[in-house]
């Protein structure tokens, strides 16, 4: 496991947040929006190793800008940050938990999301920039329910 402390974002997060994601291939529209609902992790200097965020619609949400720097992967820190959000999602009192992704499947699939058909995702949630702008057609949806 990599050494690292977690936070919740804040405002002042919001270009470090953006850049860390672009960095890492993802993007960074609609980030401004759900900043709080952000996790951040840090090194012991405080540089990003890792964030995940969740938005929330009614009572299902949206994780996020799950992003690990390229020395952090492997060492557990994704499930981390992944297991950080969706305890935050269940304390938040939501049902279920989607997701985008174009290459990481495998790996959502082992922290318990499935893939879902887009017309089966929450009317709501499809509102998203992620659905609407942010990722391809082509994403893979997948969906968790939160326990």
């Known amino acids: 496991m990599v050494a690292h402390r977690l936070r919740s ?6 270009s470090r ?10 993007p960074d529209l609609g980030v401004h929006a759900c900043l709080r609902n952000f996790v ?13 965020g969740l938005e929330t619609y009614g009572n299902n949400g949206l994780l996020r800008s799950v992003a690990v720097s390229k020395d952090s992967r492997g060492k557990g820190l994704g499930r981390v940050l992944v297991n950080t959000v969706l305890t935050d999602a269940k304390a938040r009192g939501l049902s279920k938990v989607y997701l985008l992704t ?8 082992r922290l318990g999301f499935q893939i879902v058909d887009r017309a089966d995702v929450d009317t709501a949630v499809k509102t998203s920039v992620e659905f609407t702008e942010a990722c391809p057609e082509s994403a893979v949806v997948m969906r968790k329910t939160v326990d």
């Open 17 to 26: 947040v953006k850049s860390f994601l672009r960095e890492n291939g993802l």
């Open 9 to 14: 974002a804040s405002a002042g997060d919001l």
């Open 102 to 109: 174009n290459d990481a499947s495998d790996y959502f699939e």
């Open 40 to 52: 951040i992790a840090e090194d012991e200097i405080g540089s990003y190793v890792g964030v995940a």
